[in-house]
């Protein structure tokens, strides 16, 4: 049975840092793709979950969201079966319940994982909480 679980949320003041750490289990084989989604606060009824990361086990690739770029780091350590979403220079607007997805079906692009499928992840963690203070 797969299961992903999240861990590193927390409380950080504007400015700080946090790194959120995914770790899989289960997998028959690689998953395709892996990527971090984002639920801002007040938005858990609609569902709707923004991709900040969304990283290929396939090429390599890598893709962040513009609101991200620069201040996110996506890394993989396969040893341990983890993912890490490294996130510097915290503002209150990164807010929210991060989940980590993964995909085992095909896929088009990590572009494509993160901004446009309506079906991003075909297994999901439970999300961690993080909280930046203004």
């Known amino acids: 049975q797969v299961h992903l679980v999240e861990s590193g949320g927390g409380l950080v003041q504007t400015g700080g840092s946090l790194r959120l750490a995914c770790t899989t289990s289960?997998?028959?084989?690689?998953?395709?793709?892996i990527g971090w989604f984002r639920q801002a606060p007040g938005e858990e009824n609609e569902g709707v979950r923004e991709?900040?990361?969304?990283?290929?086990?396939?090429?390599?690739?890598?893709y962040y969201a513009d609101s991200v770029v620069g201040r996110f780091t996506f890394s993989r350590d396969n040893a341990k079966n983890t993912v890490y979403l490294e996130m510097n220079n915290l503002k209150p607007e990164d807010s929210g319940t991060y989940y980590c997805?993964?995909?085992?079906?095909?896929?088009?692009?990590?572009?494509?994982?993160?901004?446009?499928?309506?079906?991003?992840?075909?297994?999901w963690g439970q999300g961690t909480q993080v909280t930046v203070s203004s």
């Open positions: 991709g900040l990361s969304c990283y290929s086990s396939t090429d390599g690739s890598t």
């Open positions: 997805t993964a995909k085992t079906t095909r896929f088009l692009s990590v572009r494509n994982m993160c901004v446009v499928d309506p079906v991003p992840g075909d297994y």
């Open positions: 289960g997998f028959t084989g690689d998953y395709k793709a």
